[in-house]
Each structure stands twice: as structure tokens, then as C-alpha cells.
């Protein structure tokens, strides 16, 4: 009889690493109900390996409390045994939520949002990452399909029986670069698939003895690998909250103060939602990720997309009507980036920001000239991060000054590095 595979208990950090520990089966359901040892200061581990200065010292004790939800069991593979996967809350030893969870970050804006509006928010995380070890092909292309299997069928199949609902699976249009999405949920659960999709992503690429990245940039001269964030809201019956036919855009009032939100706090954003050093090398106009803070209609160089619509086979706008969040990728936590994207949102629908203009999908360059611009590196956008006092309010003072310290010892591991070694050296870690 074949053993259970051992479960691994974790959490996703400041750096987007998946950290944790194991127990044996055996212990598998009383390790659901209290937990296993955590310590503070492991937060303030950089993505290359490196304890940042912090608060927390060597003293203070976590648990990892599991969410059985989250539990997956990934699948053996010749001499690799299979293993099991939970994501977890940081708590005290007595249950009390930890202020620097990433987790209960999220889910406490998520709470928020829902008792001020009383709506419910639908998400989709979509990633783009590079697979390594494939002959040159074109584009998009069939041939570059049929040449990563039997990797995308087995991936596809693997994430439909872990119940993470995959969507697409497409070749790209950078060079080895592929994208799979994943159906939307409940955006909690989105963020906590978004985390295990790369898990499963690497998982199965080591088992085909190839290297996959989900770094923003590989290559300086190339193109990137972004994380899109699609957000939708719902009443408590169900129905859409975003779409009005009548409105500039189809956008309901309250999707523009929504909007209103991102927009206004989006300098302060990027440095939670592009977390790396090489990640503002691809936010720059011309690389179809970010080339300005403004809402656009079907335009993939807005930092909020307003996504399209389709009537075929009875499709009803209301329905698929969300907008994309462009200025996100893998180096960011996916609960930190929900989290703070709720929070911004619900900022604008109880403030009186004003609303924004959807620049029309027929926009030009010329119209588009006075948009502002992203800060132009993580360095830029930490500073804006730390101005913003709206924004760093929203964090208990230790996560953000643990965050913020973690990004500038990243900074400092890179920062005499030319842009090739730097995507070099970001696309090893991620």
C-alpha cells in the first residue's frame, strides 16, 4: 500500500515565496485544527534568501493555521513522490489573527468592503511565465502549442482536478512565454489559487526537467511576464454591480468611484503589485503593460482595463462586464495585491474623488500624452508608497516598515547589477 504523501504547510511572504513546513499524514487532520510553528521574522526574508532588517528580531512565536479550502494534492512522477499543499493564516499561539499576515490582510479588506457596500467581489488572476528548454517558434502559434506538450495538457488537467478551474492555456508573444488563466471566484479563494498556481506550474515543470520563470522581465530587450488582475462586483443576489449601458464605457457610477480608487492611489499600488527590481523595467509604454495611470476601453496599455463583452452564443454584457488591473506580476504577494486594490477601491466609492475619463479604444498616442506615468522603479515607487498616508494606513506600521525593508535590501542585493543580470538574477528567484 502506498504511503499519503507528507503535507506541506504554507504561507506566501513579502518576496511571492512560497515558504512553510511539512508533516507527516499522519498528523494531517490535527495540524488542520492547531497549526504548526511559525516565526515572525521569517517574514522579512528577501527573495534571495537574505534576513532584511526588522522589528521582529529573534524573539515571538506564529502558527500556520491551515485553510482546508486551499488544500491540494499534487500528483507523483516517476522517482518524485507526490505531495501535499495548504495555505495558511499567520496566527498567535492563541487563534488571534497576526497584523502581519498577508492573508488576513487580504481577507480584512475584503470584510470591509463587503460590510460598507454590501457587495461581494469576483476575481481572476492571469499569469504570464516563460518555460524554458523549447525550440524557437512563432508567436501565438500552434506549433508553439503542440511543442510545450505534453506540459499544457497535463497542466490543464492537473489544475481541473485540484479544482482550480482553469480557463486558457495560450503560447504567447514573447519567446518561450506562455499564459494560462483561471475561471473567476470568489476573490479570496482567487487570490489563494493564484499562489498555488505557481506551485503547480513549477511542480510540473520539474518533473519534465524544464525551468519556468514567472519573473517580470527575462530578458531586458524581450517581452515580460505580467499577473492581470480582473475584478468584478456583485449585490447579494448575485447580480453585477459594475455595468451601465448608459454610462461612458458601460461603467456604473459606482464602478467609477471604484475605479476612482485605483487611479488616484496607483503610484502608491505599484510598489505592493510590482514588487521586484526588474519589475519597472517592463512597466513602460510600447510593452503592452502599463503606459499610464488611466482607465481605457479595451486598451492594454491602461492601468485599468475596461475589459470586452460578448454577445455570441447569448452572452450578456452585465455578466462579463470587469476591469483589469495591468501593473501587477509574480514578484508581488497575491493577497497584499488584493488586498490593497479593495482597499483602494473602496476608498474611492467613500470618498469624493473624481471620476475618471475612459479614454475610448480609438485613443492615440497624442491623446494619451498628458496621462501621468508610473513611477519608474521600485526605489520611486517605495517613496510614493510611504507618502501616500492613505495607503500606509491601511497596513499595521510593523508590515509595512518589514515590507518596505525587504524591498530596499532587494534593492541593495541588485543594485550594481546592469539590466541583463539584474532580469537574470530576479528570474532565478521567481
Not at 513549477?202 to 525551468?211: E, F, M, S
Amino acid at each position: 500500500m502506498t504511503a499519503s504523501p507528507p503535507l506541506f504547510i504554507a504561507t506566501s511572504d513579502l518576496a511571492a515565496i512560497t515558504r512553510g513546513r511539512a508533516v507527516p499524514a499522519s498528523e494531517e487532520e490535527a495540524v488542520l485544527r492547531r497549526g504548526v510553528g511559525w516565526v515572525p521574522a521569517d517574514l522579512a526574508i528577501t527573495s534571495f534568501g537574505e534576513i532584511a532588517p526588522n522589528v521582529f528580531g529573534s524573539v515571538g512565536d506564529l502558527r500556520l493555521l491551515p485553510v482546508p479550502a486551499s488544500r491540494v494534492r499534487l500528483p507523483p512522477s516517476g522517482g518524485l513522490p507526490g505531495a501535499g499543499l495548504c495555505l495558511a493564516e499567520q496566527v498567535y499561539p492563541d487563534g488571534r489573527p497576526w497584523e502581519c499576515c498577508p492573508r488576513v490582510f487580504a481577507r480584512s479588506a475584503l470584510d470591509d468592503f463587503k460590510q460598507a457596500t454590501g457587495l461581494d467581489v469576483v476575481a481572476s488572476f492571469e499569469h504570464e511565465f516563460t518555460l524554458g528548454g523549447l525550440r524557437p517558434t512563432a508567436p501565438f502559434s500552434f506549433e508553439r502549442y503542440r511543442g510545450a506538450e505534453p506540459f499544457g495538457s497535463q497542466l490543464l488537467q492537473e489544475l481541473g482536478e485540484l479544482g482550480l478551474e482553469p480557463e486558457n492555456w495560450l503560447p504567447e508573444y514573447g519567446a518561450d512565454q506562455f499564459e494560462i488563466t483561471l475561471c473567476p471566484t470568489d476573490a479570496l479563494q482567487a487570490a489563494d489559487r493564484a499562489i498555488l498556481l505557481k506551485e503547480v506550474v513549477r511542480d510540473l515543470a520539474r518533473r519534465h526537467g524544464r525551468q519556468v520563470t514567472f519573473a517580470p522581465l527575462p530578458d531586458p530587450d524581450g517581452s515580460g511576464n505580467g499577473v492581470h488582475v480582473h475584478l468584478s462586483l456583485r449585490d447579494a443576489a448575485g447580480r453585477p454591480a459594475l455595468y451601465d449601458p448608459a454610462r461612458p464605457g458601460g461603467l456604473s457610477e459606482l464602478g467609477s468611484r471604484f475605479a476612482a480608487g485605483m487611479l488616484n492611489h496607483a503610484p502608491a499600488l505599484s510598489a505592493i503589485t510590482a514588487a521586484s527590481p526588474a519589475s519597472f523595467l517592463r512597466l513602460r509604454p510600447h510593452r503592452w503593460s502599463v503606459g499610464g495611470i488611466f482607465l481605457g476601453e479595451r486598451n492594454r496599455e491602461a492601468l485599468l482595463r475596461i475589459c470586452p463583452t460578448s454577445s455570441l452564443g447569448g452572452g450578456r454584457a452585465a455578466e462579463q462586464y470587469n476591469l483589469e488591473y495591468r501593473a501587477a506580476d509574480a514578484t508581488a504577494n497575491a493577497w497584499l495585491t488584493l488586498g490593497v486594490l479593495i482597499r483602494a477601491g473602496l476608498q474611492g466609492i467613500t470618498e469624493t474623488y473624481d471620476s475618471p475619463h475612459p479614454w475610448p479604444e480609438g485613443a492615440t498616442q497624442e491623446d494619451l500624452a498628458g496621462v501621468p506615468a508610473l513611477p519608474g522603479s521600485l526605489t520611486e515607487a517605495l517613496a510614493e508608497l510611504e507618502k501616500d498616508t492613505v495607503v500606509a494606513d491601511w497596513f499595521h506600521p510593523h508590515l509595512l516598515d518589514t515590507f518596505t525593508s525587504v524591498k530596499r535590501a532587494e534593492i541593495e542585493h541588485v543594485h550594481d547589477l546592469d539590466p541583463s543580470t539584474l532580469c537574470e538574477e530576479v528570474s532565478r528567484v521567481h
